[in-house]
């Protein structure tokens, strides 16, 4: 039996299994779900063959989701590493986890991760096809290209990442911005330097009709890469960023055409005062699909701390309308992320992701907020600690410094404004 | 010789060597930080009597502004612990420190910090009339209460948070918005039971007159506080916060006409959707004196990493017009921060500030981003770690994690889009 896509499935009246359960998750009808899959401004990634998946909704009026990068490459071939990472965002509900691998056992370590994930699974084929076809860039065809995605798909990937907004027209106007940090894209700048070493159009961009069929037999999510995405808060904004954006929407509705559901992928660095524009650019120039952003970072100075930049950018650009966020950890720009740092940066992203929901208004979001100050009120701290995001850190924290009176903390101590006013206003 | 307070120069024409200093810091002239400072749009809060200050302005078109809390209380009643972090808190250039003593060797403390901080100081007099005065709440007299702000100001404190606001109308507002978290600001709390135990008006707001006969002769800055800070998101933006604010800017004009400076003190915990509407509200309303901000937290539900839910909030908070960042560490809610904390603390509310002033314009902020941007782009680490707003943690991931390629980093090795792009474009 030929499985249809989730969006053709919606467009036919349908409602998936899918559908009822990313409608209970969100406390939505199984029709509103349905009705926003069908009109593209929900995506629902969700490979056939991924069997484990537990399925989210991505996109309008629904919780902010998060993803966490990880896998395995020169630097880092140990898989347990990797894998440790994997267990640990599973363990702390991150909804995606994109598998960056793209050097020894890739097809290994893509299969567990497939296997033991109920949260969707991304990749970017392009990090993985030189080490898979095992050639230099300029020599592999565009067909090459098209069979590692569809390796992917094959294997149960929820939604692939690719670069195909960077045409030979965006390249132009790339080259027209005079860039402080040019293409910081891993996989934009491996296809412009294929486009520049071939002479040839995009593989992705003159080829996205076959593209759309591999997304199509597996229902895989289109998550639209922007090769041109800023690296320093002076490149936001720019010609080439928005140019490419424009052709993403452009293909955003291609693909649509074919029921393939997509995601637009957004920035990157973007100071504090563009990042609202930047979601309403995406939005609008791409037809309302999902937004998916790494960041944004609104400083490049704070290397080391660049989960905190992106804390700020990803909670403004979530409260904005984005729909989904990319973890960045405090080892952006420095280091393969350790264990450590991929916690630290799972929490960062979760902060931003809730922000951003309550000023958004999605149900039950400001809620949990209001649970979490009644019990701060009754200085309840078994309760606090069980609602926090993070439960580990608080309780480590009160611990090591153990207060004279067990109802306030040694921050004030007797001067504790909430034992006081309890007992004024008793 | 009777000197005069910044404000009563500015207004006669006089530019004062704390105008010039903090025109050269600002790269601002002399004339407009007058002029400013004659509106008082801006203060430069300088007591007489604090010799070491190196002065800063606070408030229009100037840099955000940090501020780094700490102090002795029964709970760490050690000098020299504190010591230590004001050490720190003056290495990474905190602009203020507030002394929020209120246990033990309180005199002695704020003796040593005066004399050793180029950083202005402040204190809240009444976290230290309990100690000083060693009296019962109830006993204390409006004279008395007086008397401790007097002493802070002789001894040099270049600006004091007085509850002045929470007058018995405003405690009236405050009983009928039923709250979550009631009243959490600690000299907030204290005075409002004082109001409560006597039955008289808030003593600051009775005698202001007196309170500003003080701040003339010392020329003390009045940071006016906010008793009705909201601990909670939900309480964010109400009827008790708003008349209080509404009295404190009555007061703000009370003490202009005294030539005493003013700034306003902020929340607290806000939904980011309302953190602009706050900073419009506080410099509408108090007629645009500094706004001086504490947080605002965007999200009540993270304890242990609070830091981040306030650059947040503070961020945003800056871009829109706010002064001057409280710092707040991953302690707050939990415990008295350890000099770690601190350390994060400072990071945090740095970022917060330099992230608002690239969007609020500040000349001379976008420009670091485009230093280490180009840093970046020329894989220069020794520039990037020395442009970095915080050296030591970058240098170290580095460290640990030594590249195969000297020019890139562990992140991405072989497929750095930045050397990748260098050889493409050259």
Known sequence: MLMSTQMEQARNGIITAAMKTVAGKEGLTAEEIRLRVAAGSIVIPS?????SLSPEGVGLGLRTKINVNLGISPECANLDSELA????????????????????????????????????????PMYDALGYLDKKLEEITPREFLDVVEQHARDGVDFVTIHAGINRETAQHFRKTS????????????????????????PFYEYFDDLLDICVKYDVTLSLGDACRPGSIADATD?????????????????????????????????????????QL????????????????????????????????????????ADFLCYVTPGEHLRLPTLDDVREGIVAVKIAAHSGDIAKGVPGAAEWDMKMSQARQALDWEKMFSLALDREKPERYRKESAPEHQDSCTMCGEMCSMRLMNRIMD
Not at 47 to 51: G, I, K, L
Not at 244 to 264: D, P, S
């Open 47 to 51: 490979n056939h063959n991924h069997t």
């Open 239 to 279: 010609g080439a960023q928005i140019s490419e954006l424009i052709v993403m929407g452009e293909l955003t509705q291609r693909a649509w055409k074919r029921n393939v559901q997509v995601m637009i992928e957004g920035p990157g660095h973007v100071p504090l005062q563009e990042v609202v524009t930047n979601v």
């Open 85 to 124: 990472k994997v267990r640990m965002a599973l363990d702390m509900k991150a909804e995606a986890i994109m598998d960056l691998s793209n050097y020894g056992k890739t097809a290994e370590f893509r299969h567990k991760l497939i296997s033991m994930s109920p949260a969707m699974i991304g990749s970017v």
């Open 282 to 321: 995406a939005k609008k120039l791409c037809h309302g699909a999902p937004f998916y952003i790494l960041g944004p970072l609104v400083t490049d100075v704070a290397p080391g701390y660049d989960h905190i930049t992106s804390a700020i950018g990803g909670a403004l650009a979530a409260s904005a309308g």
């Open 179 to 202: 860039r402080v940090t040019n293409i910081v894209s891993r996989g934009g700048s491996l296809l412009y330097a294929w486009m520049e070493l071939t002479g040839h159009e995009n």
